[in-house]
């Protein structure tokens, strides 16, 4: 807490004389740093406050001193209770990092729709601004505050009358001296009790002033705050009657606030990416984990009193390893078990978690970024496990998890799944088969619109199964004229396709660039489609790789297969561009 936060003028108050008149007044002082209780006091109001501010202003000032002279005091602790306190947070975080998972365990659940609205109570902000004002519990504006002023003084107040003696009423001058007096001190405090009149009075008139401006203010700042507060609320309600409809991008955004709202060590900070396919009910994430740098190896701190050094001890290599792997594995867990567990509009049947690391490969010397883990699961699977009792490596493999054998070794293995729909490269598709009938030659379709068609009947044959398949632009693609996302866990994957609108046979080099373009986009398969056919050396360059040729046969058949009718003729095409280029 700041030392400007610790002082406070408790009020300030009037006091009066046996006769009402306003003698002084009283300004209570406080500062809980300090344990500081002073009583100021003076005959004119404002004088008084200002002696109280300057108080605070010297309790903050000799609190900012005490504040420093304990941080220096907290610096010079003894070495011993340093070293004690630093073993003290290394356990911790070792305890932290081993118990990922169990720490999430019945602490992970739906979205309190609730606490995401704001029910914050509107305070006038301008409140200091207004001192002659009384304000309510928000800052409201009630009234003007109220100076009392005692009654005027009548020349009949004993005060003002003359004691006269005997011999003053014999002796004439003594008496006239005596009635002077009282007269002089009648028109002294006839005149005070004016000026204090016309204080109150003034004061009065600018707190009425005061009190129309702050309420029209007050007005004003309640209105703009219950707006905002209104339109953040209605987001609020909008989203949740968005994601119990079950929209995919809600749920994505449901998922992502979800994990963001995950607790983690501060050593620990995995960044997720999520996507959602509607058809299989499948939520996968990419989550970019840790690399082995950031886990925490420190065991113990002592200190060495001949030497005047700290030494450390930490935990070994191998333990390290072993520590870096637990890690990886309690997250992968996890995240997929905080994704059902909050799945209140029961729209997730499974999830696919694939863990990437950036990080410095011991085999190479060089950094590389590459999925370390990846695995898939439903939400029956992890229903049926107590994952506060799992050791989560073997949890992991039973639940057929694909990894290296030892993580900390950064061998990439390929992701079970992934979701990229958003692509830069990814267009628009259109409708083109429809305008195909059985005279039409294929051959003879423009390159582009060939492309399209491909898109068109790929989506017909895996769209079925919640697949997306998209044509990607002309300019970047990379060797790619078309990718399927299939969410399948054992068939699918990323499937990237090749279009060879070609009147000649396909060259083993087109199919040695398919295969490069496979390795290079992470996919799981590769399909090159053409409207010829393929050399003998084509077919055996891709036995044992993930790769399928379809010949322009293969493509009139799963066009028909389809509904879809045309023919190929490759001679006709042939001269069709012949008389082209001499035209």
């Given at each position: 807490?700041?030392s400007k936060?610790?002082?406070?003028?408790?009020?300030?108050t009037?006091?009066?004389?046996?006769?009402?008149?306003?003698?002084?007044?009283?300004v209570?002082?406080?500062?809980s740093?300090?344990n500081?209780?002073?009583?100021?006091?003076?005959?004119?109001?404002d004088?008084?406050?200002?002696k109280?501010?300057?108080?605070?202003a010297?309790?903050?000032?000799?609190?900012?001193?005490?504040?420093?002279?304990?941080s220096?005091?907290?610096?010079?602790?003894t070495?011993?209770e340093?070293?004690e306190?630093k073993?003290a947070i290394?356990e911790q975080?070792l305890?932290?990092?081993?118990?990922l998972l169990?720490?999430?365990?019945g602490?992970?659940?739906?979205l309190?729709?609730?606490?995401?609205?704001?029910?914050?109570?509107f305070?006038?902000?301008a409140?200091a601004?207004?001192?002659l004002?009384?304000l309510?519990?928000?800052g409201t504006?009630l009234t003007?505050?109220?100076?009392e002023v005692s009654?005027?003084p009548?020349p009949?107040?004993p005060?003002?009358?003359?004691?006269?003696?005997?011999?003053d009423?014999l002796w004439g001058?003594s008496?006239?001296?005596?009635?002077g007096a009282?007269?002089?001190?009648f028109?002294?405090?006839?005149r005070?009790?004016?000026?204090e009149?016309d204080?109150?009075?003034?004061s009065?008139?600018?707190?009425?002033?005061?009190?129309?401006?702050?309420?029209k203010?007050?007005k004003?700042?309640e209105a703009?705050?219950?707006?905002v507060?209104?339109a953040?609320n209605v987001k609020?309600?909008?989203?949740?009657r968005?994601?119990?409809g079950k929209s995919p991008?809600?749920?994505v955004?449901?998922?992502e606030l979800i994990?963001a709202?995950?607790?983690y060590?501060d050593f620990i900070?995995?960044q997720f990416d999520v996507s959602y396919?509607?058809?299989?009910?499948?939520?996968v994430?990419?989550?970019d984990?840790p690399?082995k740098d950031?886990?925490?190896t420190?065991?113990?701190?002592?200190y060495?009193?001949?030497?005047?050094?700290?030494k450390e001890k930490?935990?070994?290599?191998?333990?390290r390893?072993n520590?870096?792997?637990l890690?990886?594995?309690?997250?992968a867990?996890?995240?997929i078990?905080?994704?059902?567990?909050?799945d209140s509009?029961?729209?997730?049947?499974?999830?696919?978690?694939n863990?990437?690391?950036?990080a410095l490969s011991?085999?190479?010397?060089?950094?590389?970024?590459g999925?370390?883990?990846?695995i898939?699961?439903g939400k029956k699977e992890i229903?049926?496990?107590?994952?506060?009792?799992v050791?989560?490596k073997a949890c992991?493999?039973?639940?057929k998890?694909v990894?290296?054998?030892?993580?900390?070794g950064?061998?990439p293995v390929?992701?079970i799944?992934q979701?990229?729909?958003?692509d830069?490269?990814?267009i628009?598709g259109?409708?083109?088969?429809s305008?195909?009938?059985?005279g039409?030659?294929?051959?003879t379709?423009a390159w582009?619109?060939f492309e399209?068609?491909?898109?068109?009947?790929f989506?017909?044959?895996?769209?079925?199964e919640g697949?997306?398949v998209?044509?990607?632009?002309?300019s970047?693609?990379?060797?790619?004229?078309?990718v399927?996302?299939?969410?399948?866990?054992?068939h699918?994957?990323?499937i990237?396709?090749?279009?060879?609108?070609y009147t000649?046979?396909v060259?083993?080099s087109?199919?040695r660039?398919?295969y490069g373009?496979?390795?290079?986009?992470?996919a799981n398969?590769g399909?090159l489609v053409?409207?010829a056919?393929y050399g003998?050396d084509a077919y055996e360059?891709v036995?044992g790789?993930?790769l399928?040729l379809l010949?322009?046969?293969?493509?009139l058949?799963?066009?028909a297969?389809h509904?879809h009718k045309a023919?190929?003729?490759?001679?006709e095409?042939?001269?069709?561009?012949k008389?082209?280029k001499?035209?």
């Amino acid at each position: 807490m700041s030392s400007k936060n610790l002082s406070e003028i408790a009020g300030i108050t009037a006091r009066y004389t046996q006769r009402g008149n306003v003698s002084s007044y009283v300004v209570e002082v406080r500062h809980s740093g300090l344990n500081e209780i002073r009583t100021l006091g003076d005959r004119d109001h404002d004088t008084a406050l200002r002696k109280a501010q300057a108080l605070c202003a010297k309790w903050d000032e000799k609190w900012a001193r005490v504040e420093q002279q304990s941080s220096v005091q907290l610096r010079k602790q003894t070495s011993k209770e340093q070293a004690e306190s630093k073993t003290a947070i290394a356990e911790q975080e070792l305890t932290a990092a081993r118990t990922l998972l169990l720490s999430a365990i019945g602490h992970s659940g739906p979205l309190n729709w609730e606490a995401c609205e704001d029910t914050r109570r509107f305070k006038f902000a301008a409140v200091a601004s207004y001192p002659l004002l009384e304000l309510g519990k928000q800052g409201t504006p009630l009234t003007v505050k109220r100076i009392e002023v005692s009654p005027a003084p009548t020349p009949k107040d004993p005060q003002f009358s003359p004691a006269l003696t005997w011999v003053d009423k014999l002796w004439g001058p003594s008496r006239r001296r005596k009635e002077g007096a009282a007269i002089e001190r009648f028109d002294n405090a006839h005149r005070k009790w004016r000026a204090e009149r016309d204080i109150a009075a003034d004061s009065h008139t600018q707190g009425e002033r005061q009190l129309a401006e702050a309420t029209k203010l007050f007005k004003e700042q309640e209105a703009q705050f219950l707006s905002v507060q209104l339109a953040s609320n209605v987001k609020v309600t909008d989203f949740r009657r968005s994601y119990e409809g079950k929209s995919p991008e809600s749920i994505v955004r449901y998922c992502e606030l979800i994990l963001a709202r995950s607790k983690y060590p501060d050593f620990i900070d995995p960044q997720f990416d999520v996507s959602y396919n509607p058809p299989n009910q499948m939520v996968v994430i990419e989550c970019d984990l840790p690399d082995k740098d950031s886990i925490p190896t420190l065991i113990k701190v002592s200190y060495i009193a001949a030497s005047r050094e700290f030494k450390e001890k930490n935990i070994s290599e191998s333990d390290r390893d072993n520590l870096f792997d637990l890690v990886l594995y309690q997250i992968a867990l996890r995240t997929i078990y905080e994704v059902f567990a909050s799945d209140s509009a029961k729209a997730i049947a499974s999830v696919v978690f694939n863990g990437w690391v950036d990080a410095l490969s011991p085999a190479t010397g060089k950094r590389v970024h590459g999925c370390l883990l990846s695995i898939q699961a439903g939400k029956k699977e992890i229903g049926a496990i107590d994952l506060s009792r799992v050791d989560p490596k073997a949890c992991f493999r039973q639940l057929k998890g694909v990894s290296a054998s030892r993580l900390s070794g950064m061998t990439p293995v390929r992701p079970i799944l992934q979701m990229q729909t958003n692509d830069p490269r990814f267009i628009e598709g259109h409708e083109v088969a429809s305008e195909l009938d059985e005279g039409y030659n294929l051959a003879t379709m423009a390159w582009e619109e060939f492309e399209h068609l491909v898109r068109q009947l790929f989506e017909e044959e895996f769209g079925k199964e919640g697949a997306e398949v998209h044509v990607t632009r002309t300019s970047s693609d990379g060797g790619v004229d078309a990718v399927i996302l299939d969410p399948d866990p054992i068939h699918g994957g990323k499937i990237v396709i090749q279009a060879k609108r070609y009147t000649n046979t396909v060259g083993l080099s087109a199919v040695r660039d398919l295969y490069g373009t496979v390795i290079n986009e992470g996919a799981n398969r590769g399909i090159l489609v053409t409207t010829a056919d393929y050399g003998p050396d084509a077919y055996e360059f891709v036995k044992g790789k993930p790769l399928t040729l379809l010949s322009g046969a293969n493509l009139l058949h799963l066009l028909a297969s389809h509904g879809h009718k045309a023919r190929i003729d490759l001679k006709e095409a042939k001269i069709i561009n012949k008389l082209a280029k001499h035209t």
